[in-house]
């Protein structure tokens, strides 16, 4: 990650807020672990495929939630801290990977 991040607090996720993003990780986990065993048991490509495409859906809606808490919360801060631009400059540079 960027040098902005490493030089400011974090604001703490609430309870609730880690258990949700927790939930999701642990669904997608148990996808991946079910892609494996369809692999191993030999399943039509199609529906591993349609699997695949469910864990990258989940998992880009992991990253957007984080993203949007980035937003409303560490990237907020540093705009009233005066330092709004590096915030930025760090998110657009992931964001960027997020189009890959």
Partial sequence: MGKYLRDHPVTPRTDEEKKSIVNRLKRIEGQV????????DDRYCIDILVQINAINAALN????????????????HAV???????????????MKHFSK
């Fill in 33 to 40: 672990r079910g892609i494996q065993k369809m692999v191993e």
């Fill in 80 to 94: 009233q801290s005066g330092e709004g631009n590096a915030a930025i400059e760090e998110l657009i540079d992931v």
């Fill in 61 to 76: 809606k992991v990253g957007l939630a984080v993203g949007e808490r980035h937003m409303k919360h560490c990237v907020t």
